[in-house]
């Protein structure tokens, strides 16, 4: 069985104050779960804050963005290296936000999915289609493409040390939800994808769908066989929703 797992990105959101009071009511609030496990990826300088907030506690952190690079003169990057410094445990990488507003294809993408995993990080992949792309009936055709540049690259094995995130881009702090069978649908054709190289890694490939999840909609969403949990966004800002959305899962 696939532990469910409910990340929060927080974007560029955060402060030293806030961020304090945020991760000690997660904390709290989460303590019981027993078949879910939780984490927060957060912006790169508040990292030393969340490790040292977070360790020997049950909630794991991460990063929202890494190079694909291993050092040198790359102004304004982080390396994978600098993560594991911080015990980052997760790092998300192909994020929509960082596709269309910073220019990652899916070769960078995936050279950035290796670096991290090299360094011996878990990354989040997220793939996911824009409203135009699913209303022309493109939506396998993106996945499969952004699915299969890493998979080129690293070989399917490599997705048993990962987290795959659908998220739709236009689901993406919108408000519109995919519907459970609209995420179920592409949960099932990305697994297929990867039970097509391997059927083992892919019954145990965490899967989590990513878009708008909240705590009202949340419960409806995790009971779709092949969604494992989720990318949380907006909601893992604010500590009750994250931790009902966190409950949610585990149930
Ligand atoms: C995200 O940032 O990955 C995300 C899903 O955001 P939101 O939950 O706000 O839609």
């Not at 594991?84 to 990488?93: A, E, H, L, S």
């Not at 990080?121 to 890493?150: M, N, S």
């Not at 592409?186 to 994808?193: A, D, E, L």
Request: charge should be negative; include cysteine; aromatic fraction near 8%.
């Amino acid at each position: 069985m696939r532990l469910k797992l409910v990340a929060g990105n927080w974007k560029m959101h955060g402060g030293i104050e806030r961020n304090r009071d945020l991760l000690s009511i997660v904390i709290s609030g989460t303590a019981g779960l027993q078949k879910t496990a939780c984490a927060v990826c957060v912006p790169y300088p508040y990292l030393s804050q969340v490790q040292s907030l977070l360790k020997n506690t049950h909630v794991s952190w991460g990063a929202q963005n890494i190079s694909q690079h291993d050092m040198g003169a790359y102004t304004g990057e982080v390396s994978a290296d600098m993560l594991t410094d911080f015990c980052c445990y997760y790092v998300i990488v192909g994020h929509s936000e960082r596709r269309t507003l910073y220019g990652e294809n899916s070769r960078t993408v995936s050279l950035k999915f290796k670096v991290a995993q090299d360094a011996g990080l878990v990354p989040i992949l997220c793939v996911g289609e824009t409203l135009e792309q699913r209303e022309a009936g493109f939506t396998e055709q993106v996945v499969r493409e952004q699915l299969d540049a890493v998979i080129g690259l690293v070989g399917v094995d490599a997705l048993a040390r990962s987290v795959l995130a659908y998220e739709p881009i236009w689901a993406i702090g919108t408000g519109k939800t995919a519907t459970p069978q609209q995420a179920q649908d592409v949960h099932v054709f990305i697994r297929n994808i990867v039970a097509s190289y391997n059927v083992k890694v892919a019954a145990e490939l965490r899967i989590l769908y990513g878009g708008s999840v909240k705590a009202s909609n949340a419960a409806e969403l995790f009971a779709m066989l092949d969604i494992d949990g989720g990318l949380i966004g907006g909601a893992s800002l604010v500590a009750e929703e994250f931790i009902s959305i966190c409950l949610a899962a585990q149930n």
